[in-house]
Every structure is written in C-alpha cells, then in structure tokens.
C-alpha cells in the first residue's frame, strides 16, 4: 500500500496482559515514529527510529514500554503488563529524509 | 519542557466563509512546522509545512503563516467547508529527520452549512 498501515485496528486486552502493535512504514522512509493519543488530547511522542541509529526512547512511560524496528523496516511497539492508563490510540508514522511525518490510522487500545 | 499550544479549543464558522486557525509556539530553535487535519478515528493527515526561513506558504486553499518574532503560526483555510470538520493540530520540530515532532492539543474546527 502506498500509507502507513498499523495492525490491529482495535484492541482489547485484560489488565496484567502483553500487547504487541505493528507498523509497517511507508516503504524508503528512513525514520519510524510512535506516538500515543489519549481521548481528546494532542499526540504524546514515545519513540523513533532513524535508519541504523540507536532509538530515542525518551518518550517512553515506563520500563513496560519497548519497541523493535527489524531490518529498517516494520517495527513492534510492545506493551507488557498492560494498565487502565495505557488504554490510548498508539499511531505510527513515517518519514523522509526531509520534510513531514505520515501517519498510519492507529491502533485503538483498551485496557479492561 | 517546551512545547507547543493553540489558542483556541474550538472554532466554528459557516460554510464558504474563511477559516484562521492560530498556534504559539515556544521553542525559538525549532525551525519547521506543520499542521494536520485529524477525523474521527483516523490517524492525522499531512496539511502543509513551512521552514523557519519562510512567514508564508501557500496550499490548495490553505496559507500558513510563520511569525517567528512572536512564535506565532497560523492556518487559514479558504472557502471552508463541511469536509473541513475535523481537529487540527500544528506541530513543531527542529529540520533533521529524526527529531520527533511536538504536537499541540488541537483546535476543534466545526463547519455548518
């Protein structure tokens, strides 16, 4: 597909489980970002990755949030023992090597 | 930490009129900016960008413009129109690839035919 596509579009997990978000990038885009959007709020930055560089996980919450980008590529965003409050939409975007962030639809996360 | 606001939650105007939408920002070394449109339950769409050494680039009936003595971005949307409903967000970051943007927390535009 010519977008960012994010899998899967919802879901709903019990409290204390793992979850694991999938984004596969707009193919030649060299950087991978992950935000988290709460209800009405703005995006919150999480985590990014530029080509072969270590990620910036400055803007990860806590110790139960990790992500992987394999090959360049596709890329996890790993949730372990899943709270109330990390119940969110987790967006992925890409990038060129100059100009905007493209976004993919989102994940919808509930947190029973 | 800096980051970046909007003035205004919520703007509602009538079909057809013009639409300005405004953003301050506070990190004076931030040098590129961009502003999204983003519908319900999808994920946020690419408007239009500006670099720091630009006040004013032009769309396809949008304009952004750029103040940086008062760090100030603006959207306007010309001829708005009921497809234009949606939460915009403008955002900021420095021009290298991987710097992640900042987002502020949107302005609600809502158009009535």
């Known amino acids: 597909g010519a977008g960012v596509s994010q899998s899967p579009s919802n879901k709903v997990t019990e409290k204390g489980k793992d979850v694991e978000l999938r984004c596969d990038p707009i193919s030649g885009h060299t950087a991978l970002y992950w935000y988290r959007q709460s209800l009405g709020q703005g995006l919150e930055f999480l985590i990014y990755?530029?080509?072969?560089?270590?990620?910036?996980k400055s803007g990860l919450p806590s110790d139960r949030f990790s992500a992987e980008r394999t090959g360049g590529s596709v890329s996890t965003l790993t949730i372990q023992r899943t709270q109330q409050e990390d119940s969110a939409v987790y967006l992925c975007?890409?990038?060129?090597?100059?100009?905007?962030?493209?976004f993919g639809p989102g994940t919808r996360l509930t947190v029973l | 930490g800096e980051s970046v606001g909007l003035h205004l939650p919520t703007l509602s105007v009538q079909e057809g009129d013009n639409s300005i939408i405004n953003c301050a920002y506070s990190?004076?070394?931030?040098?590129?900016f961009i502003w999204y449109k983003q519908e319900s339950g999808k994920g946020p769409q690419f408007i239009i960008d500006i670099r720091s050494n630009m006040d004013k680039r032009q769309g396809q009936r949008v304009t952004v413009l750029l103040n940086k003595t008062v760090k100030h971005l603006s959207l306007q949307i010309a001829a708005t129109q009921p497809g234009d409903s949606a939460v915009y967000f403008c955002a900021e970051s420095g021009t290298q690839a991987g710097t992640a943007l900042i987002f502020g927390k949107g302005t609600t535009l809502s158009v009535s035919s």
């Open positions: 990755f530029q080509g072969n560089s270590a990620p910036d």
């Open positions: 975007a890409s990038r060129p090597d100059w100009g905007g962030q493209f």
């Open positions: 990190n004076s070394a931030s040098d590129y």
